[in-house]
């Protein structure tokens, strides 16, 4: 079965860093474009960054753009999410996701992670 | 940035009945649109791309229909296990990949 894993969240205080990890297993993670999408609890589904399967092209929502880098390591199968100056809105279930390309669905997801910015 | 709206927010229908859940895109996003289920405590799950392709291993109760701005996802015959969050997404104005703010399926 194909498999996302992330790790890394927690709570963190507002102005603070952290940065997610994502594994993936059992399927071509170097043929995919990944992305991470978050949910507030209880809220909808928010696309937050993407990057194609080679690491050379990456894309931010605005409200991340400039404090969060997203990156990947293809040969660790590893989608990372490094999030800097962290707000309480930024507070969340962060899930790693998968594509097969621009003009395809997420088909595959990790299981989230929470994130909470907090004093 | 392309808004996608759904309706109704929430839909009370009895097991065995038909549900019928709508999205509208602000813009058209030809057939690139999908649909997603979730459940308390999981990931959402691929149902519907394409518009109306079913992912392998989804029953044949689940259907999806439309084009250009105005979407259907219909659940004949709802089974107990059919009760959850759904979600419709575009991926037709990509990067900034948009979501419904997900229509709410309950047990009336």
């Known amino acids: 079965e194909v498999q996302l894993m992330e790790t890394g969240g927690g709570l963190v205080q507002p102005g603070g860093s952290l940065r997610l990890s994502c594994v993936a297993s059992r399927f071509t993670f170097t043929s995919y474009w990944m992305c991470w999408v978050r949910q507030v609890p209880g809220k909808g589904l928010v696309w937050v960054s993407r990057i194609n399967p080679d690491g050379s092209f990456t894309s931010y929502a605005d409200s991340v753009k400039g404090r969060f880098t997203i990156s990947r390591d293809n040969a660790k199968n590893t989608l990372y999410l490094q999030m800097n100056s962290l707000r309480a809105e930024d507070t969340a279930v962060y899930y790693c996701?998968?594509?097969?390309?621009?003009?395809?669905?997420?088909?595959?997801w990790g299981q989230g992670i929470l994130v909470t910015v907090s004093s | 940035e392309v808004v996608m709206t759904q309706s109704p927010a929430t839909l009370s229908v009895s097991p065995g009945e038909r549900a019928t859940l709508s999205c509208r895109a602000s813009q058209s996003v030809s057939i690139n649109l999908a649909w997603y289920q979730q459940k308390p405590g999981q990931a959402p799950r691929l149902l519907i791309y394409d518009a109306s392709t079913r992912v392998t291993g989804i029953p044949a109760r689940f259907s999806g229909s439309g084009s250009g701005t105005e979407f259907t996802l219909t659940i004949s015959s709802l089974q107990s296990e059919d009760f959850a969050l759904y979600f419709c997404?575009?991926?037709?104005?990509?990067?900034?990949?948009?979501f419904g703010q997900g229509t709410k399926l309950e047990i009336k």
């Open positions: 996701v998968g594509g097969s390309g621009n003009y395809y669905p997420f088909d595959v």
């Open positions: 997404q575009q991926y037709n104005h990509w990067p900034t990949y948009t």
